[in-house]
């Protein structure tokens, strides 16, 4: 009885040693695949999807495996009975199982700091005053992507933020345009072009469109039947008269609503690209407000108030002082910085200014990725930057509020 008890005791410290290790060995594989998709970002398509790791997710498993393997390691004790050699190769697995758990706790602290920095923006320094953005003493924009999804709540939901500029993608059909702009103001402005629905106090003055022809597809949980769920991505500018002049001149402040597709095949860094090259070599309809001159040389009016504009010669989207949309690609991302910065111009993530706390877009029901975002010029400077739980759709809302100041 007493050699069987001895195979016994050495049979279970072997166990309890590599258990120890494997859990370990698990937490730093956690640490790593995070590490290495922050590090690489979605540079390449298998590369994206470690980027998407969550480190909300990332750093509770972390710490509870590590933890777990710490309660192991200490099952490991009172082997007297082990025989020397077994003694010294207990010792030998003790140090590699600790070795993992320092490099985990190690990535641990580096997920603690992302999170608090990062994803909570607790270091950022943050302003609550700007100046007016021309005559607009507080611009608000409102983005709101529901997804196709009933939306008879929509009006009260948008129009309570009191926005300068609504704009709401993918609305279902029930949802009542006139009273969202009557809602909005009595003199705001209605424009609905493809998935977009806009509603602006100041005036419109011209606008383009543009598909950006992926073939991607959408989720299934949007709520569409197979034959519509293609997704190709659009784009959209606006240029809105605000006030502003440069030289004396009058200045549009122009504005890009993005909806990139969902699709999460598709590799992110070649969507950022190619949505990149289609808007810089736009060569699209401008449609322009109707001008009250009867011999205007625009051509058959496009509806709405506009009319098609093909008297001068359009090259690109204008530079954008907003940039704002529903990118499918999560906060911090490599490709971002393809989407948001071209030659002559740039843009600074509004959250960045602005925002504190945990910020995510999407699912609904249990936020894990900010996907719809929001950039400004450098000219312009956040001063609030909120997400909304809309409890309808897959998306929560974004509120933005920004002046002049940079």
Not at 60 to 82: H, I, K, M, N
Not at 145 to 153: E, Q
Not at 224 to 252: F, H
């Amino acid at each position: 009885m007493r050699r069987i008890g001895l195979k016994l005791d050495r049979a279970i410290q072997h166990w309890i040693s590599r258990l120890s290790i494997l859990i370990a060995l698990a937490a730093c594989s956690i640490v790593a695949a995070w590490g290495l998709g922050r590090t690489v970002s979605d540079r390449y398509l298998w590369s994206q999807y470690l980027a998407w790791i969550p480190t909300v997710l990332a750093l509770p498993a972390s710490f509870v495996t590590l933890v777990l393997s710490s309660a192991v390691s200490l099952l490991d004790e009172g082997a007297d009975r082990l025989t020397p050699y077994a003694l010294d190769r207990r010792r030998r697995k003790r140090r590699v199982a600790a070795f993992f758990r320092a490099a985990g706790w190690l990535g641990v602290a580096c997920m603690g700091w992302t999170l608090l920095m990062h994803d909570l923006n607790l270091g950022a320094r943050r302003t609550r005053t700007a100046a007016p953005v021309g005559n607009v003493d507080r611009f608000t924009a409102v983005y709101w992507n529901l997804a196709n999804w009933p939306s008879d709540r929509a009006v009260d939901l948008v129009r309570v933020h009191k926005p300068t500029l609504a704009l709401l993608a993918n609305a279902g059909y029930d949802l009542d345009r006139e009273e969202l702009r009557a809602r909005i103001g009595s003199g705001a402005e209605l424009l609905e072009a493809g998935p977009f629905v806009i509603v602006s106090t100041p005036p419109i003055a011209a606008w383009g469109i543009t598909s950006l022809g992926f073939k991607g597809v959408r989720l299934r949980s949007e709520g569409q039947p197979e034959e519509v769920r293609i997704d190709p991505g659009r784009a959209m500018w606006i240029a809105l008269d605000i006030g502003i002049t440069v030289d004396d001149a009058p200045k549009p402040f122009i504005v890009w609503i993005l909806d990139l597709p969902s699709d999460i095949r598709l590799s992110r860094r070649k969507v950022a690209e190619s949505t990149r090259r289609q808007l810089l070599s736009w060569q699209g309809t401008v449609f322009r407000r109707v001008s009250a001159d009867p011999d205007s040389s625009q051509t058959r009016s496009a509806g709405n108030g506009y009319r098609a504009d093909t008297s001068l010669a359009v090259l690109g989207f204008p530079d954008p002082d907003l940039i704002i949309g529903d990118f499918n690609i999560p906060r911090g991302s490599r490709s971002l910085d393809t989407l948001t910065n071209g030659p002559g111009w740039q843009t600074r993530d509004a959250f960045r200014q602005a925002g504190i706390g945990y910020a995510a877009t999407w699912p609904l029901s249990t936020p894990l990725w900010h996907i719809d975002q929001a950039f400004l010029a450098p000219w312009l400077r956040a001063t609030s930057y909120r997400v909304i739980n809309p409890r309808k759709g897959l998306h929560w809302m974004q509120v933005v509020e920004f002046g002049a100041g940079g």
